[in-house]
């Protein structure tokens, strides 16, 4: 595959940049498995809500999905900076087709692709950096919602510390290679407000350029606001607000946003959510989210979700998890809903808490949907769970039972 040769080649080219001053290399990397079915009628069929960004993830996962990432410190100087390259690996597959990771039903990519200068004394221990990656992702885990992403391609500068803050900027063309046109976009960050105590307060800008090679193209922005609270009410857990607002392209609030709106498209989001560990074997994750989209051209929709997860071990390896959540849109044809219940017996060798991996998990998962929503599904996403030419037709329910792997290293 082109993505592996291709991170064999960087990590190939580490070692001979730098033989005797890198460091041992570092395999890290995420992994996904599984296999279920719909009512026992073919493959599992997940259920998302036309119109919602993301779904309750415990149990309704569709796809085969790994990330495998190298990185190598090629060297360390004199000042205490370290100079370091990484590169990972993507796979995806969707259930029910054989997994070659290629064509219509899966890819492979190279994600992360990049150059680091770290630990910088000019930069107050701030980093320099240049090409693909992650940075600065934001997601809330048991919806598999990233909602301030500012990964992409490009070079910037970060956690330069001046006056009990850190500040970074980074310049980028392209979101991800999914991306078709380079379009410019500045990411501004400032962290480190302290604002009671083990609380923190983040500020995040992001500008997107008239792309001038488009036509009917216009410039948009963005703004984020986050504040961390670290042991929250005495639960052991952190809990995460985040305020965002965003006009024109700048409605996807920190990723690159259609260009061809204008300021007159607008989206107000609020997410609210926390992890708690109250003991070593009861913990879990609870999240709203509100968004608000304002369309001069077409009607406004509101998504709200709200849910959690719950993890509780009876033994050091045997955790019971379950999951509950409820999706709804307001939209033009009606308020569409989907709630949806996961139960899962979870074998746990890592122990019992609730961020513990791997985790094997056998899971049933029930969900119901109202006609507004089936009527939206049937026109938007023909042949997905919620619409009539789906795994359960005209019914407005259905389930699935499955086996599923989940692992971090």
Known sequence: MKAAKSLGLAVTL????????????????????GAGTADGNGRQSCFQLPGAQSKFRLGNECEQYAELDLRQDLLSLDDGSVVSVEGMAQLFNEYGHTPTFTGEHGFTRMNQAYVEWSQVPALNGGSLWAGRRFYKRNDIHISDFFYWNQSATGAGIEDYALGGLKYSYAFSRKDSVFQKEYINRHDFNVAGFDTNPHGELELGLSFIDKPRHIEGAHSGWSITAQHKQQDFLGLGGTNTLALQYGPGPGTALGSTGDVLLDDSAKRY?????????????????????????????????????????????????????????????????????????????????????????????????????????????????????????????????????????????
């Open 14 to 33: 580490a070692y001979l940049a730098a033989p005797g001053s890198a460091s041992a290399l570092e395999f890290s990397g995420y992994l996904r498995s």
């Open 269 to 409: 989001r609020l997410v609210e959510f926390f992890d708690w560990q109250i003991t070593p074997r009861l913990g879990g994750q609870f999240l709203v989210v509100y968004q608000k989209d304002e369309r001069a051209d077409m009607d406004d929709e509101n998504w709200l979700s709200l849910g959690g997860r719950a993890s509780y071990a009876f033994t050091e390896q045997f955790k019971l998890v379950g999951e509950l959540g409820h999706d709804q849109v307001d939209a033009s044809g009606g308020t569409r809903k989907l709630s949806k219940f996961t139960v899962a017996p979870t074998w746990s060798p890592s122990g019992p808490g609730f961020w513990a991996r791997p985790e094997l998990r056998l899971y049933y998962t029930y969900a119901s949907w109202n006609q507004a929503a089936q009527e939206a599904a049937s026109r938007m996403a023909a042949g997905s769970a919620l619409s009539d030419s789906g795994a359960f037709g005209s019914a407005r329910h259905g389930s699935n039972f499955g086996v599923q792997v989940e692992y971090w290293w």
